[in-house]
């Protein structure tokens, strides 16, 4: 297995608490109705949403895979960090063991935010992933960040 890692850091204007939130707790419910295009549902199929719960994702329409399984890893409130696999599914495009993410929201002295995001693609054998499929997740996780951003900043009291 061959683990491919790449950091992104994406700064944001909205306070880092209140983007954890939004990001992390609220995620499941959030997305879906800001996004349904590339995360249809989001279903709990067992544990309570922290620690070792696993979910199910349906993809909306505008996605090339159908559905993936994902697992908390970790889960910090107090110091904004999130860590999640992909464990499951075909999102995994049969060369990936998982896909595991890092996530450390950190405040920023004006009172904003920077998401911190390292994503792990651990890899069956020796397969490869192209440069072209990491510039794409970079560019997804981007947009999904930006899109829970804007909606925050539009419902501050969300």
């Known amino acids: 297995m061959v683990a491919i890692t790449y950091d992104i850091e994406i700064p944001s204007a909205v306070p880092a608490a209140k983007m954890f939130k939004a990001m992390v707790l609220d995620a499941d419910t959030l997305v879906p109705k800001i996004m349904p295009q590339a995360i249809k549902s989001v279903e709990i199929l067992e544990g309570d949403g922290g620690v070792g719960t696993v979910k199910i994702i349906h993809f909306g329409e505008g996605s090339h895979y159908k559905s993936a399984k ?4 970790a889960i910090d409130e107090d110091n904004l960090t999130h860590t999640y ?5 075909d999102a995994l495009a049969g060369a990936l063991e998982s896909i595991t993410y890092h ?3 950190v405040p920023t002295e004006d ?3 920077i998401c911190k995001n390292r994503s792990i693609y651990n890899t069956k054998g020796d397969a490869e992933i192209s440069e072209e499929k990491i510039k794409e997740g970079k560019e997804k996780a981007m947009a999904m960040f930006k899109a829970i ?4 900043q539009a419902n501050p009291d969300c």
Do not use: L, P, W
């Open 85 to 89: 696999s992909i464990i499951e599914g």
């Open 111 to 113: 009172g904003g935010s």
């Open 103 to 105: 996530i450390k929201i």
């Open 70 to 73: 994902h697992r908390v890893d």
């Open 149 to 152: 951003e804007a909606y925050v």
